[in-house]
């Protein structure tokens, strides 16, 4: 039988849940788990990926950074408390596919506005239910993430070969440039005054956009900054011309190693001295822009619980983090960045897992970035500290190009 893809539905009114059918999700080692449709029916081909957040999951489908990957949500009930306009992270849903041991059969919550499986059949979202998640948990830290497929409906009649064949035949995560694809096209700003600041705005930042999350603007905005969020395409002189006090590189899929038009820009931006604060891909291509290498970590951190210490104030934070691929930096101590001209840099935060670089700091240059997420939605909010550490950099930055004014034109009138 031939491999169908799913066909995306537009029209909500349209949109009618099937009912479930056999479904398979296939792993590129063989391994294979049988179960039921969930949401659309078809073929979704991706990475395969778990993610242990015991709560969020609207969060986690909408995050642009699950783009072309499978989820593999760790949290057995799903859909409980149904989905609705407030939560979404972004425009659409982003993962290729959804993996689910307990499917909520209906939702029950006061927030609800519809149910996950009819959301996820609105967008054409294939899915899978009655797994055993723990197991395809276990495998995947075992033998590390890989390629799969989840097929339902016709589409799972195709033979084991068939199937396994389509999966191989798929694209892999390492190579994949992914950021343009979810990025806007054109610029829009975010204000202050909107979610709760009252009076001018402290400061204005241009962020670019690389699967941004839509609650990363608004903690900026709830501090009084002004967020003028850019596409991923956006070059020097775009950044000039909103005339910022800072920038932002925010979170986004895909491999950072092809991401070299986003670090000629930073390196631009880091050149000029304007501050700068990044979060997930951002703290990647910062790693890149002063010199260091990636490399995809085995089974990557995924979910709201992951621990990380703060080395400048020895505190742990428990943080939200998406992310496959991570920096190679030395872990102890400060050195000189191998582009030699943005002087020192110290790993500031580090997993509690695994020693991963969860975060770098500029030592002379006013630059900072971490691996994981702060805005933090649907939650922990131990990090949200780093919003007012990028606000105090700003200040400090602007406070010593006054004073060096200010200098220079006493200087002018002694001549």
């Known amino acids: 039988m031939p491999i169908v893809e799913s066909n995306k539905v537009t029209d909500s009114k349209a949109a009618t849940t099937p009912a479930p059918s056999a479904a398979v999700l296939v792993l590129e080692d063989g391994r294979m788990f049988r179960g039921r449709s969930y949401g659309a029916q078809g073929t979704a081909l991706g990475e395969a990926v778990f993610a242990t957040g015991m709560t969020g999951y609207q969060e986690t489908i909408t995050d642009p950074s699950y783009a072309r990957?499978?989820?593999?949500?760790?949290?057995?009930?799903?859909?409980?408390?149904?989905?609705?306009?407030?939560?979404?992270?972004s425009r659409r849903i982003?993962?290729?596919?959804?993996?689910?041991?307990?499917?909520?059969?209906?939702?029950?919550?006061?927030?609800?506005?519809?149910?996950?499986?009819?959301?996820?059949?609105?967008?054409?979202?294939?899915?899978?239910?009655?797994?055993d998640t723990r197991a395809?948990?276990?495998?995947?830290?075992?033998?590390?993430?890989?390629?799969?497929?989840?097929?339902?409906?016709?589409?799972?009649?195709?033979?084991?070969k068939e199937l396994l064949d389509a999966v191989l035949a798929s694209a892999p995560m390492e190579g994949a440039a992914l950021a343009e694809e979810v990025s806007i096209d054109e610029t829009y700003v975010v204000e202050p005054k909107d979610h709760g600041w009252e009076g001018e705005p402290r400061?204005?930042?241009?962020?670019?956009?690389?699967?941004?999350?839509?609650?990363?603007?608004?903690?900026?905005?709830?501090?009084?900054?002004?967020?003028?969020?850019?596409p991923a395409t956006s070059t020097l002189e775009d950044v000039n011309a909103v005339n910022p006090d800072g920038f932002f590189m925010s979170n986004g899929p895909g491999d950072p190693a092809t991401a070299d038009h986003q670090v000629s820009l930073l390196r631009s931006v880091l050149d000029e001295k304007l501050p700068y604060f990044g979060i997930c891909f951002g703290n990647q291509i910062l790693g890149r822009a002063l010199g260091f290498g990636t490399y995809k970590l085995r089974y990557g951190h995924r979910g709201i619980n992951q621990p990380v210490m703060d080395?400048?104030?020895?505190?742990?934070?428990?943080?939200?983090?998406?992310h496959g691929?991570?920096?190679?930096?030395?872990?102890?101590?400060?050195?000189?960045?191998?582009?030699?001209?943005?002087?020192?840099?110290?790993?500031?935060?580090?997993?509690?897992?695994?020693?991963?670089?969860?975060?770098?700091?500029?030592?002379?240059?006013?630059?900072?970035?971490v691996q994981y997420h702060p805005e933090a939605?649907?939650?922990?909010?131990?990090?949200?500290?780093?919003?007012?550490?990028?606000?105090?950099?700003?200040?400090?930055?602007?406070?010593?190009?006054?004073?060096?004014?200010?200098?220079?034109?006493?200087?002018e009138d002694k001549k």
């Open 311 to 322: 080395r400048r104030t020895g505190k742990v934070e428990i943080t939200s983090q998406n």
């Open 136 to 160: 395809i948990t276990r495998h995947l830290r075992e033998h590390k993430t890989m390629r799969a497929g989840i097929f339902s409906g016709e589409a799972a009649q195709a033979s084991d």
């Open 325 to 369: 691929f991570a920096v190679d930096a030395p872990l102890n101590g400060s050195t000189v960045a191998p582009e030699e001209r943005f002087g020192r840099v110290e790993v500031s935060h580090v997993s509690l897992n695994d020693d991963v670089v969860e975060g770098l700091a500029c030592l002379d240059i006013p630059a900072f970035s």
């Open 377 to 411: 939605a649907a939650g922990p909010h131990d990090a949200a500290y780093l919003f007012d550490r990028f606000i105090d950099l700003m200040a400090d930055t602007k406070s010593k190009a006054t004073g060096a004014n200010s200098t220079d034109s006493k200087t």
């Open 94 to 131: 982003w993962v290729a596919g959804y993996v689910v041991r307990d499917a909520a059969r209906r939702p029950s919550n006061w927030r609800s506005e519809r149910s996950l499986d009819d959301e996820l059949v609105d967008q054409g979202i294939v899915g899978i239910q009655g797994v």
């Open 203 to 230: 400061f204005s930042i241009a962020a670019v956009d690389l699967g941004i999350k839509a609650m990363t603007p608004v903690r900026f905005a709830e501090r009084g900054v002004r967020v003028h969020v850019l």
């Open 69 to 89: 990957q499978l989820v593999v949500q760790t949290a057995p009930h799903i859909g409980n408390t149904g989905v609705n306009s407030e939560d979404a992270e």
